[in-house]
């Protein structure tokens, strides 16, 4: 019998696409355009490649953000969404923050974190290992930076349940978001664990990283940077640029972002902290998995004594990296060059400004009662724009 043949024993994207669009009769002629060189992707980004799969991009600003240590920068935000009104929102958001003097934010760099799972006989020897562990932290901090010179191991943290033992290991990974880092280190510190005691690593990942799910070990805890945010706006700029009053904005934050959340059991007591960072991540080479962490947190607005409007955000778990990944793709790079931003910690400050801008717009339109109508009227000028483009009257 023939072997069939599989995407596989193709050897270029032009070769998949050709044998997909004779199998499936079909036209890939627009997956098939891309920029980057196909030999610097597969391996490193994807298998079985046939092309790209394009996102329109938008840029939202400029958005003033300031550090606590008074350094003031304007930013450019590259969006890439299909969902049409968010980058008009968010650079609404950015008008009135960066009119207001711009938000201050603040990075804590909680680590990149790689959790396994270990067997042991009994809780007597689940504490003997923790115990090993803690007294020998130094030297596995040696094992882990063995494995690059961007690594540091910070800490360890154990939890027992039965005859497990999960390890949660904390690294710095430098500039990059580190995952792949943390898994080689994490791998080598399970095999020195196993060698040193009686315990048995049954997964070098065992759900107590804990990677790319909604958990609250990630809210209370963090993982990769802690973000927060903060602005305070005058009446008078709410009502001029956000249309609403800081009454009305800090009632639908308490009803919604923090009742409704409670009511609904939800991570996320936000309205659409994943918006931004998905778009602001597709923009700029992130892995996108990691939304779901980026989802989690807590918007918080309050009615100061003067009237004014104090609002903030909290991200515990932003994942995101400034080199390695899809950073290095030439789409992305040029992202990334809007934003012209130095490091890591940069990026991080720059996306929790755009949380904070993005987040304010929408729970203001949400106080004005106008979210529906913003969505058909650019809806309609959209369409009223390609009938245009397309001769039609």
Partial sequence: MKNKITLRDFSSAQKRREFLEKEL???????????????????????????????????????RVKSLESRVKDYYMPLATTEGALVASVSRGCKVVTEAGGATVYIENVGMTRGPVFKVKNLTEAIKTQAWIEKNLKNL????????????????????????????????????????????????????????????????AGNFDIDKKPAWLNFISGRGKRVWAEVVLSKKAVKDVLKTTPQKIAEVVYRKCNLGSVMSGSLGFNAH????????????????????EGSLGITTAEVLENGDLYFSIYLPSLVVGTVGGGTHLPT?????????VNNVLEYARVLGGAVLAGELSLLASLAEGTLAKAHQRLGRRNQESRDKSQGKQ
């Fill in 25 to 63: 009769n079909t036209d890939l002629k627009n997956i098939g355009c891309f920029s980057f060189e196909e030999e610097k992707a597969v391996g490193r980004n994807i298998e079985n490649l046939v092309g790209a799969a394009q996102i329109p991009l938008g840029v939202a600003g400029p958005l």
């Fill in 141 to 204: 901090t040696k094992i882990a930076e063995s494995t690059s010179s961007h690594l540091k191991l910070t800490k360890a943290d154990c939890q027992i349940t039965g005859r497990n033992l999960f390890v949660r290991f904390y690294f710095d990974t430098a500039d990059a978001m580190g995952m792949n880092m943390a898994t080689i280190a994490t791998q080598l510190l399970a095999q020195e664990i196993e060698e040193k005691t009686k315990a048995v690593c049954i997964s070098v």
């Fill in 273 to 292: 902290y994943a918006n931004i960072i998905a778009a602001l991540f597709a923009a700029t080479g992130q892995d996108l998995a990691h939304t779901v």
């Fill in 332 to 340: 992305q790079q040029e992202a990334l060059k809007i934003m012209k």
